[in-house]
């Protein structure tokens, strides 16, 4: 079966996060509370900003693309609203393109990768452009494919994560029982 291809940048519209100094300018950064939330790949690096300003945010059903590790996930839900540094692009997709779909094409495919690596050949610097981006194409099946192919890919992930998080609890269990025999021997 073949399936449409197309460039991305007639797929998604993108926009570019604001800089962390800028950022600052609008308020200061918290761990604990903030009127925003500043989006970071990693759960552990969550950071709140204070301020009364109106910030760019990132919604429910937009990407978001990591410009340095090269990767792109559907915007999570958030207590608070997300905004963006200039590490990262908001996506927003035309209505025939997924966002998990699109998560898994960019992060996974082939077709994605082979493109990513073209793009860094003869540079040790491995940020995506803007420019690049929009060069890409990509393969673009029915929504129902599109849904599946996502759905997959998603519950991956979230298994991926629970077998890290059951490796880690067996990890420090493991290592109490060992410090608790070294206990009864002392």
Do not use: C
């Amino acid at each position: 079966m073949s399936y449409k291809n197309q460039k991305l940048g007639n797929l998604i519209e993108l926009g570019s996060g604001l800089p962390v100094n800028r950022l600052r300018g609008f308020g200061e950064f918290d761990d604990v509370d903030g009127k925003y939330q500043v989006y970071s790949t990693r759960d552990s690096d969550v950071q709140y900003l204070k301020t009364d300003e109106t910030l760019p945010t990132v919604k429910l059903g937009q990407v978001v693309i990591a410009l340095v590790p090269q990767t792109a996930m559907p915007v999570p839900e958030s207590k608070r609203p997300l905004t963006l540094n200039t590490n990262y692009l908001s996506g927003t997709l035309s209505e025939s393109l997924l966002p998990e779909y699109f998560a898994w094409w960019f992060n996974e495919s082939e077709e994605a990768q082979r493109q990513k690596a073209m793009s860094e050949q003869g540079s040790a610097l491995v940020r995506l452009s803007l420019g690049t981006l929009r060069d890409m194409k990509m393969t673009v099946p029915p929504l129902k494919v599109q849904q599946a192919i996502g759905r997959m890919y998603i519950v991956s992930l979230e298994l991926a994560k629970l077998y890290a998080k059951r490796s880690e609890l067996r990890h420090a269990m493991t290592n109490a029982v060992l410090n608790a025999k070294l206990q009864e021997g002392a």
